[in-house]
């Protein structure tokens, strides 16, 4: 176990993330384009540099050997000072290989920074501590968390921050780009390989960081589309109940991020048992929790500031419709 921790880390399923690989000495799975040209470069480098050591640290200790100090007698410096020709060829293989180093290098990166006209837009805001991603192209749907892409289609990220820097992490297609508040930075991949992977947040961004993380579904050209509409979808299904409608939206908007149903306290108070309670704002006042009450915290969040938090709630106004809000209201007065 110990030692499985060791080598392995952590299970990742108790990360809640999906598996990236199988055993601690394979590269990750490569899932995009470009990161298969990536890992190309990263291991001509590495072969690069075991050659290197082995070529100089043998050549090292074999001279040492050869060249000792004899035990008696003998000890007249060699005449040779240096060699033009083996001097050039030790400069000239070297500059070489940098320079072949260099262009690969440069030729991919140009590449991963400049994305191609026909790629799917798609928007991510880092906020402590979920993303929201959203789909201009695509009716406007909005999900927290949750990447769902198509293999073989371009798909531009634009990434931005609402508080502190984060940084959107990507590891089976080695992308990695820091989000910034009050900037836009981009990045792009075109996705190969069907599957379930995760994302992480890769700038330490408060006590939470670690908790910051996603997946990205890729999922068959074909079924993409169908599987964006069911993804935001957020309609109450015939027969599901008020409450069960209201756990989807709750999983949908990310609040889970921010709000416990155990009793306690993250970015925001913890939901559990407060319906029917009174709440202590700011300013003193108290103020009965209700339907009213929860719909303005949910549609004006810093209209009412609960006492020991900060205004830090986004407004869900335009994104969630009254039918939505109906369900988080039931499914909040359901956790007692
Ligand atoms: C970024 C963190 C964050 C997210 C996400 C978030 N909230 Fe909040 N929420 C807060 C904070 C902080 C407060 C307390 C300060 C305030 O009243 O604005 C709060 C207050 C509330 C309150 C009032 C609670 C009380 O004890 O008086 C309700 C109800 C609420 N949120 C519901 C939701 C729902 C429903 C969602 C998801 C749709 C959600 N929140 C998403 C941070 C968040
Ligand atoms: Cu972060």
Redesign the pocket.
Known sequence: MILNLLLLGPDPALLGTPPMSESPFSLLPAASTNAQEIDDVYIFITALCVISFVILMGAQIYFMLKYKKPKAGHRKTSPLTHSGKLEFWWSFIPAILLLILFGWGETLYMKMMSPPDDAISIRVTG??W?WTVEYPDTAGAILTDELIVPVGIPVRLTLTSNDVIHSFFIPVFRLKKDAVPGRYTNMWFEATTPGVYPIFCAEYCGDQHSSMIGKVHVVPREEYQAKLDEAARLVQDEGESMVDFGKR??DR???A???SLDGTTK???S?KG?YGTN?TLVDGSTIA?DDNY?RE??LE??A???QG??????S?AGRFDDKAIAG?IEF?KSNK
């Not at 938090?309 to 986004?314: D, G, I, K, L, S």
């Open positions: 906020q402590k979920f939206v709750w908007g990310g609040c991020s921010c709000h970015t925001g108070p939901l407060k709440e929790i929860i915290s949910i969040p810093n009412k500031v609960v938090f900060t205004p830090q709630m986004p869900f988080l909040i």
